[in-house]
């Protein structure tokens, strides 16, 4: 079998934000002059048993209170990306939560001003490509998305796309139809979060109502076999985070995971690491998951990581790219 850490890959449900490690978050605090509500680093890992999406969202938010200026978000992106590109990443499209900075009272431009540092170095050092996507919060007002992608300004032509998460049971996609709107109209990318917790009709709307080109998680379309065939048949990429499922009490067990389900029956699927320093694993730590508990095979590793690179972002040229290095690691 071939080492999957080498796998050549692309992640596209990558959540920066929980990406920040409890060290660097305890480096920052101290940093910052922020006070941690937790002891220690051992006592902050402790936090990381979520009883659901939401018990998860608190600490999620909580932690992120010791990034405050663009050194922080540079810090915390540079990081991620030596962990990922150790493991095999290529290419990442990145998501961002700016409402949740905002909020703080972090400048949008301060935020992107960090990550892009450090997304810039990666493609100068490692040849990493990515795409930078703004996260609307479902649970806070659509007015407030709008009143948000107004403000934009200069940020716009920094931004690539946007997508839509936070608490997703009762927020459902339609709500956020005229900013979809307006960012296709913009030339953005468009993904929502759907089929995570809440039911195959989010799947649904996030496809009809914002007409997304993926969909991140969607693993209760198994729920739907009117949609499974609809999802087959338009070739919609689907982002499956199987570490974070397993955390956060979406399916019981690694075991349990449909994962390799949804690729026999022909779902484009790919797999990612959502929120990787709560969730217990980097982009390859999934695959290395599905290998040690579903036996994962070097075959199905090639197809999840050309379903990724097929899926993501990356221009055409670089696609190939990657592509040639997969079939590279194919014929080891």
């Known amino acids: 079998m071939n080492d999957l850490y080498t796998l050549p890959k692309a992640e596209l449900h990558l959540h920066i934000e929980g990406t920040l490690e409890p060290e660097l978050a305890f480096e920052l605090a101290a940093k910052n002059g922020v006070e941690l509500p937790y002891g220690s680093v051992e006592e902050l890992r402790r936090q990381y048993e979520f009883e659901d999406l939401s018990s998860f969202l608190r600490l ?37 939560d700016p409402q949740a900075h905002l909020a703080r009272g972090v400048p949008l431009g301060t935020v992107v001003d960090g990550i892009r540092a450090a997304l810039d170095a990666a493609r100068a050092e490692h040849g990493l ?60 990318h468009v993904v929502a979060h759907a089929g995570e917790e809440a039911g195959p009709e989010y799947v649904r709307e996030a496809l009809d109502v914002l007409r997304v080109e993926r969909v991140d998680h969607g693993i209760q379309c198994l729920r739907d076999p009117g949609l499974v065939d609809r999802l087959v048949a338009e070739r919609v990429p689907l982002t499956v985070c199987p570490l974070s499922n397993v955390r956060l009490r979406v399916v019981d067990t690694l075991a349990d995971h449909p994962v390799l389900e949804m690729l026999e029956r022909g779902l484009l699927v790919t797999v ?11 982009v390859g730590d999934v695959f290395q998951g599905l290998r040690d508990t579903l036996g994962l095979t070097d075959g199905q590793a090639a197809v999840l990581a050309r379903n990724s690179v097929d899926a993501s972002f990356a221009g055409p040229e670089r696609k190939r790219s990657i592509h040639a290095e997969l079939t590279a690691w194919e014929r080891r």
Do not use: K, W
């Open 272 to 282: 990612n690491s959502d929120d990787p320093a709560y969730f217990g694993g980097y």
């Open 60 to 96: 999620y938010y909580a932690t992120m209170a010791v990034l405050r200026d663009a050194s922080d978000f540079e810090a915390l992106t540079r990081a991620y990306l030596e962990r990922s590109i150790a493991q095999g990443l290529r290419h990442v499209d990145v998501f961002f």
């Open 129 to 188: 490509t990515s795409t930078l996507l703004l996260c609307f919060l479902r649970d806070r007002p659509a007015a407030e998305a709008e009143e948000l992608f107004d403000s934009l300004g200069d940020q716009l032509a920094r931004i690539d796309g946007i997508g839509l998460d936070s608490a997703e049971v009762g927020h459902p996609p339609a709500r956020f139809e005229a900013v979809y709107a307006r960012a296709r109209s913009a030339g953005l």
